[in-house]
């Protein structure tokens, strides 16, 4: 496809269980991007990756977080032992390296909920 | 402080109606500057991209940047019921693929027929 593309759209996990999401950029950006999106707030960032450059983790809240990018493409965040507070929407992005500015492009995210 | 504060709304504005949609920021080393728009249930897309003071226009949007304020807006002409959205302020210190964005928390829309 032409967009980024995220996996599962829609999760509902147990409090406790590990949650696996997924995250095919487009083709040709070197850039991803993993944010998060809870109720009523703005994007939080997690993670970038860049090229084969080591990834700025600077944003993951806990070491229960975690995430990689296989062979520069696909990306997946795991989350470990998740909590109810770990409900929110989990939105990749990418971008390619040497464009005009901050251009992201976002996934439509995957919604998380904790029960 | 958080670094960036955006009014959350709601808005309800009638169409046709001027929209003005603001952000304040704290940290003065911020130079590139972005507004996202997201409907409901998808992802951010980029409406609006600035580097440094200055406006820029693209059809009925202009953004505004005041660096020496640390303000920018997003003016909205002529407003339709299809601009109902969430409207994101980003901001960064870097432009390129160099790093993440900070979000203001998001201004929701809504423009009446």
């Known amino acids: 496809g032409a967009g980024v593309s995220q996996s599962p759209s829609n999760k509902v996990t147990e409090k406790g269980k590990d949650v696996e999401l997924r995250c095919d950029p487009i083709?040709?950006?070197?850039?991803l991007y993993w944010y998060r999106q809870s109720l009523g707030q703005g994007l939080e960032f997690l993670i970038y990756f860049q090229g084969n450059s080591a990834p700025d983790k600077s944003g993951l809240p806990s070491d229960r977080f975690s995430a990689e990018r296989t062979g520069g493409s696909v990306s997946t965040l795991t989350i470990q032992r998740t909590q109810q507070e770990d409900s929110a929407v989990y939105l990749c992005a990418s971008s390619s390296s040497g464009g005009y500015g901050n251009t992201i492009y976002f996934g439509e995210g995957s919604w998380l909920t904790v029960v | 402080q958080k670094e960036v504060e955006q009014d959350p709304g709601p808005l309800s504005v009638p169409e046709g109606a001027i929209v003005s949609l603001n952000c304040t920021y704290s940290?003065?080393?911020?130079?590139?500057f972005m507004w996202y728009r997201q409907y409901s249930r998808k992802g951010p897309e980029l409406l609006m991209y600035t580097y440094s003071s200055g406006n820029k226009e693209d059809g009925r949007f202009t953004a505004q940047v005041d660096k020496s304020s640390k303000y920018i807006s997003l003016f909205i002409r002529d407003s339709q019921p299809s601009d109902s959205a969430t409207y994101l302020c980003a901001m960064s210190e870097y432009g390129g693929s160099q790093g993440n964005l900070i979000f203001g928390k998001g201004t929701k829309l809504s423009v009446k027929p």
């Open positions: 940290n003065s080393a911020f130079q590139y």
């Open positions: 083709s040709g950006h070197t850039a």
